[in-house]
């Protein structure tokens, strides 16, 4: 079983739909958790951080994070077909510089 | 300014050459990374710096073999590769805080072609 697990997809919705990503992982350590959008042949570029479990919101993007059921979610409001592109979970423990990255996600936005 | 640039952006290179990546921050990060990705693919890890020093080296194989001259430089040199090694070359860097949560950066990455 990986530590991580995430749909790879792809996920296709209209222009203007809510968008939901998750990921699940079995690694109780895991204290960090970050996602990630990647454009086909690009680098990732950091989104979302989040520390423990909650809430964060940063305009269109909100994270979620529950440590008790180990499920981690992305939402992307009024979806643009400018957010189509591969979206990566990953986590880390407390100490240490390794991130454990999910599969990757393909979401498609369609106009 | 949470730029981290790579270069070339593209390499081609035969089994029989060596070649280098460069990778270079101003953030005044303390831990720099070099990970690979296939198509498809989550990136993997190959290496961590910290503090200009090795610190992590995930068995990779020693024809990759990484260089950190300074602080803000970190390189990858490439020699005797095999057609596999062809990928997306990435870098990172992240700030180094005891306790840990350093969010990494990602350069746009390098692509390589071996033939």
């Known amino acids: 079983q990986k530590e991580v697990e995430q749909d790879p997809g792809p996920l296709s919705v209209p222009e203007g739909a809510i968008v939901s990503l998750n990921c699940t992982y079995s690694?109780?350590?895991?204290?960090?958790f970050m996602w990630y959008r990647q454009y086909s042949r690009k680098g990732p570029e950091l989104l979302m951080y989040t520390y423990s479990s909650g809430n964060k919101e940063d305009g269109r993007f909100t994270a979620q994070v529950d440590k008790s059921s180990k499920y981690i979610s992305l939402f992307i409001r009024d979806s643009q077909p400018s957010d189509s592109a591969t979206y990566l979970c990953a986590m880390k423990r407390e100490y240490g510089n390794k991130l454990v990255f999910g599969a990757g996600t393909i979401l498609r936005v369609k106009s | 300014d949470t730029e981290v640039t790579q270069t070339p952006k593209h390499l081609v290179m035969g089994m029989t050459n060596k070649k280098s990546l460069k990778c270079e921050q101003h953030m005044g990060h303390r831990a720099m990374y070099w990970y690979k990705q296939k198509a498809k693919k989550p990136p993997e890890l190959m290496f961590v710096?910290?503090?200009?020093?090795?610190?992590i080296n995930e068995s990779v194989p020693s024809r990759f073999s990484p260089e950190c001259p300074n602080s803000s430089l970190l390189n990858l040199h490439l020699h005797a590769l095999q057609p596999e090694d062809s990928a997306l070359y990435l870098c990172?860097?992240?700030?180094?805080?005891?306790?840990?949560?350093?969010?990494?950066?990602f350069g746009p990455g390098t692509r390589l072609l071996v033939l």
């Open positions: 710096y910290s503090y200009e020093k090795l610190s």
């Open positions: 690694n109780s350590a895991f204290q960090y």
């Open positions: 990172a860097s992240s700030q180094e805080i005891a306790g840990g949560g350093e969010t990494q950066y």
